[in-house]
């Protein structure tokens, strides 16, 4: 009888359950979409994120891109306030694709290389 019910266990155990698995898909979907939010991420340096990411455009290689240090250029922008230039950086605006193809960047990230680049004195 003892040998019967290992193997009983085991065809159990090599059935899938249903109910758990969607369960725990549920779940470790959760942690996935939340854990980015969550997690610790150090913040990049401004000037080695836009020699990776944002030079290729902000070197003056694209014409409507401002330039780093352009203060003119950065001026206008600025001043629609950070949320903006947030969005325009996250969903990509006018040339530039979404995140600026910086896919490890943080928020953070991307507004300590946007007050760099701008030269703005909050840097």
Known sequence: MGCRTIARASERSASPNPVRSFRLAKWLLAVGMFLPFF??????????LYNRTCAACHA???PQ???KGDRAAWEPRLAQGMEVLMTHVFQGFKAMPPRGLCMDCSAEDYRLVILWMSGSPDT
């Open 60 to 62: 003056g290689q694209l």
């Open 39 to 48: 997690s610790a991420q150090a913040t990049q340096d401004p000037e080695a």
């Open 65 to 67: 891109a401002p330039r």
